[in-house]
């Protein structure tokens, strides 16, 4: 018998004598393997016996029975999760990655004016109920991807062209969202929508450069559209203050005039009445005051009587005789 028989040989008695210790320590271990389950602080767990719903854990180390009979589903339900259409993020970072050629089919799509639109969209979504996650739709991602590609072309096939690629990018982005949550409400398939945005919009590549030649003349005329506009705000309102300002001076002029002439007939009214009562008085005091208003605006002054013979010794007329 050679050596190796006898180690051989060694082997075997020493197995058989701890085969059972050794089964056992391996039954331990695959139970332990099998039992113990650790729940993620963003997660759930599902736990099905025999295949049937049992129970959901809470994040941390949970215990479930083990050798198959019971099995657990890791659910991510505090986690925004996100689907891509048209396009898929290959590598993410300060400059992303991105592949587009292979997923055209889902982002090419047919307005309500018959043309046809690159649309490039993210749904991003949270599981909010895992039971219904689970089992009330077969597969919820794919069947989620097949509802937000459905929602997209419906909105987009109710708009124009331009609407969809230019001024009513955000209503569809809206529209898509609310339309989207509706569809996993009727479907209860636990699924909460957060958001739908649009990536990128953009007419298809054989008819991109007249597209682009189109935007360039419609942006030329709202160029001039707004210059004009601008220029009109700028010459209209100074013409009207303008206008106004000439309205307001003839007014205070023409009020002036009203008021100066209404002052100048109750004067002459006073006169009147006054005339009327006392003609002599009436008759000196005009005459006074006119004299008065007259006289200091005269040079040199000679006073005489009545019949002109004497002249008043008030005045020295040879000095003035003199200085004339």
């Given at each position: 018998m050679t050596d190796q028989e006898i180690q051989m040989r060694k082997f075997v008695e020493q197995f058989k004598k701890n085969g059972k210790k050794i089964l056992i320590l391996l039954f331990v271990l695959i139970a332990i393997f099998t039992s113990l389950k650790t729940v993620g602080p963003e997660e759930e767990g599902i736990v099905l016996f025999l295949g049937k719903y049992n129970r959901t854990l809470q994040p941390g180390l949970n215990y479930i029975v083990p050798f198959g009979l019971e099995r657990m589903y890791k659910i991510p339900v505090q986690r925004q999760l996100k689907q891509e259409f048209g396009f898929r993020t290959v590598q993410a970072g300060v400059r992303s990655q991105y592949a587009k050629d292979a997923y055209r089919d889902e982002s090419l799509m047919l307005t309500g004016d018959l043309n046809l639109a690159d649309v490039e969209w993210v749904v991003q979504y949270r599981i909010v109920d895992s039971y219904k996650?689970?089992?009330?739709?077969?597969?919820?991602?794919?069947?989620?991807?097949?509802?937000?590609?459905?929602?997209?072309?419906?909105?987009?096939?109710?708009?124009?062209?331009?609407?969809?690629?230019?001024?009513?990018?955000?209503?569809?982005?809206?529209?898509?969202?609310?339309?989207?949550?509706?569809?996993?409400?009727?479907?209860?398939?636990?699924?909460?929508?957060?958001?739908?945005?649009?990536?990128?919009?953009?007419?298809?590549?054989?008819?991109?450069?007249?597209?682009?030649?189109?935007?360039?003349?419609?942006?030329?005329?709202?160029?001039?559209?707004?210059?004009?506009?601008?220029?009109?705000?700028?010459?209209?309102?100074?013409?009207?203050?303008?206008?106004?300002?000439?309205?307001?001076?003839?007014?205070?002029?023409?009020?002036?005039?009203?008021?100066?002439?209404?002052?100048?007939?109750?004067?002459?009214?006073?006169?009147?009445?006054?005339?009327?009562?006392?003609?002599?008085?009436?008759?000196?005091?005009?005459?006074?005051?006119?004299?008065?208003?007259?006289?200091?605006?005269?040079?040199?002054?000679?006073?005489?009587?009545?019949?002109?013979?004497?002249?008043?010794?008030?005045?020295?007329?040879?000095?003035?005789?003199?200085?004339?």
């Open positions: 996650y689970l089992f009330r739709v077969r597969d919820a991602e794919d069947a989620l991807h097949d509802m937000s590609e459905a929602a997209m072309r419906k909105i987009v096939g109710d708009r124009t062209v331009n609407e969809v690629l230019t001024v009513g990018r955000q209503e569809v982005a809206s529209s898509v969202e609310v339309l989207l949550q509706r569809m996993c409400d009727e479907y209860e398939n636990g699924i909460r929508i957060d958001q739908v945005v649009l990536q990128d919009v953009n007419p298809p590549d054989p008819v991109k450069p007249s597209f682009n030649a189109v935007n360039e003349a419609q942006q030329e005329r709202e160029t001039l559209i707004n210059r004009a506009e601008s220029e009109y705000n700028r010459v209209i309102p100074r013409a009207r203050g303008e206008a106004l300002e000439t309205i307001q001076l003839a007014e205070a002029y023409a009020l002036n005039r009203v008021n100066i002439a209404t002052g100048e007939a109750d004067r002459f009214t006073s006169l009147y009445d006054a005339y009327v009562r006392a003609p002599d008085i009436t008759k000196k005091r005009l005459y006074y005051e006119t004299m008065e208003r007259i006289l200091p605006k005269l040079g040199n002054k000679v006073i005489v009587d009545e019949k002109g013979n004497n002249v008043l010794p008030l005045l020295n007329l040879d000095n003035i005789r003199q200085t004339q």
